[in-house]
C-alpha cells in the first residue's frame, strides 16, 4: 500500500490542472499587462521581456543538461519566472543585468535547491533582491512612458518636470518625508490605473493587471484568498495612515493600484510553491504581505516594499503550514 503513495514537493494541486495548464493560464493572464508595457515603454520592453524569458529558459536547459534530468522546459514556469522578473525591472535596464538576474533566478533560487516546487523563495522576487543589491543606480533609473514624451527621457536631478508623471510613489514617499505636496501624488491616481506613469515594466497599468487577474479567478487557476488578503490588508493599513494624516499620507487607493502592488496580489503572492496550502494560511500570507508592503512604503526609506515583503513572508510560509494544518479527508482521526 505504501509503494503506491507518491511523495513530491509543493505545488500538490487538487484540481485536474496539469502544471502545464497553470503556467499557461498565468502566462495568459499576464498578456494585458505585457501589452501595456509595451504600448507605453515600445522597443525598450519588448526586449527586456524577451531577454528575461529567453535567458530563464536558457538556463534552465543547462541546468538539466548539467544535472543530467529530463528537459524540464515544458511545463513552462520558467517562461512565467521570465516574465514576472522583467515586470519587475525598470524599462532602462541594460539586457545584460537582465541576463545575470534571470540566471539567478533560475540556477540560484530555483534550480539549486532541486527545481519546480523545491524552492523558498519566489525566483523572481529573489532575483530582483539581488539585482538591486549589485546595480541600485540601475534599478532605480525610471524612463518617461512615450505616451508623455516619445524620446522617454530617463528622470534625473536635471530632468525634474517629467517626475510627476512618472513615479507616483515616488511622489508619495517624498510627501511623507515633508519635500512635496501630496496633492501631486494623489494627482497620478488616474494615471496610475491606466498607465500612464513611469516605474517598473508590471506597473505600468492597474487596469491591465486586474484583466488578467480576473482571468486567473475566472479559470480558477488561483484562489481570491491570497489577493483578497493582500489588497484588504494594505488598503485597511493605507486608510488608517490617510485619514490621521491627509495633508501628509497619500490616498489609500494610490498604494492599491499604483506600484507592485496588484501584480503582487494576483501573480507573485499567488505562487503555489511558495504560499501557505491552506485557506487561512492564504489570508495569514496575504495579509502579512499586504501590511509589510504598506509598512515599508508608510514607515520605512523605500518607495516600494513589495520584493521584501514577499520574500519574507516566503520565509515565513514553512510556520504558517506548520501553524495551520490541513484537515486530513474523513476528518480529524479518533484518538484511542
Not at 178 to 184: D, H, I, L, M
Not at 190 to 217: D, H, M, P, Q, R
Request: glycine share 8%; aromatic share 8%; with cysteine.
Amino acid at each position: 500500500m505504501l509503494s503506491k503513495i507518491t511523495v513530491s514537493p509543493a505545488p500538490h494541486i487538487s484540481q485536474k490542472l496539469s502544471t502545464q495548464r497553470v503556467m499557461g493560464d498565468v502566462i495568459i493572464g499576464l498578456l494585458p499587462a505585457m501589452a501595456a508595457a509595451i504600448w507605453f515603454f515600445r522597443l525598450q520592453a519588448a526586449l527586456v521581456i524577451l531577454t528575461c524569458v529567453t535567458a530563464c529558459m536558457a538556463s534552465e536547459w543547462i541546468c538539466g543538461v548539467i544535472r543530467k534530468k529530463e528537459n524540464s522546459l515544458w511545463d513552462l514556469s520558467a517562461v512565467v519566472a521570465g516574465l514576472i522578473l522583467a515586470f519587475s525591472l525598470p524599462p532602462a535596464i541594460p539586457l545584460w543585468a537582465a541576463v545575470i538576474g534571470s540566471a539567478f533566478a533560475i540556477v540560484i533560487c530555483k534550480m539549486l535547491f532541486g527545481g519546480l516546487g523545491a524552492n523558498i523563495f519566489n525566483p523572481a522576487m529573489a532575483a530582483r533582491a539581488f539585482l538591486t543589491a549589485s546595480f541600485g543606480m540601475l534599478m532605480t533609473t525610471w524612463t518617461v512612458p512615450a505616451t508623455v514624451d516619445s524620446a522617454m527621457p530617463h528622470i534625473s536631478a536635471t530632468n525634474t518636470a517629467t517626475v510627476t508623471q512618472a513615479t507616483p510613489l515616488a511622489w508619495a514617499k517624498s510627501a511623507i518625508k515633508g519635500k512635496a505636496e501630496v496633492t501631486e501624488a494623489n494627482g497620478l491616481l488616474k494615471n496610475t490605473f491606466w498607465g500612464n506613469v513611469g516605474g517598473c515594466l508590471g506597473e505600468t497599468s492597474s487596469l491591465a493587471l486586474l484583466i488578467g487577474g480576473v482571468y486567473l479567478l475566472i479559470r480558477r487557476t488561483i484562489t481570491f484568498h491570497i489577493p483578497a488578503a493582500v489588497l484588504i490588508a494594505a488598503g485597511v493599513f493605507a486608510a488608517v495612515f490617510y485619514f490621521v494624516n491627509p495633508d501628509k499620507y497619500s490616498d489609500p487607493l494610490l498604494h492599491l493600484f499604483g506600484g507592485g502592488m496588484l501584480i503582487c496580489a494576483f501573480f507573485i503572492a499567488t505562487d503555489p510553491v511558495t504560499a501557505p496550502l491552506s485557506i487561512k494560511g492564504m489570508w495569514i500570507f496575504g495579509a502579512g504581505a499586504g501590511a509589510l508592503i504598506m509598512l515599508i512604503r508608510l514607515a520605512g526609506e523605500y518607495p516600494e516594499g513589495v520584493m521584501y515583503a514577499i520574500l519574507i513572508m516566503n520565509a515565513v510560509t514553512p510556520l504558517i503550514d506548520r501553524a495551520c494544518k490541513l484537515v486530513p479527508a474523513g476528518g480529524k482521526p479518533h484518538v484511542q
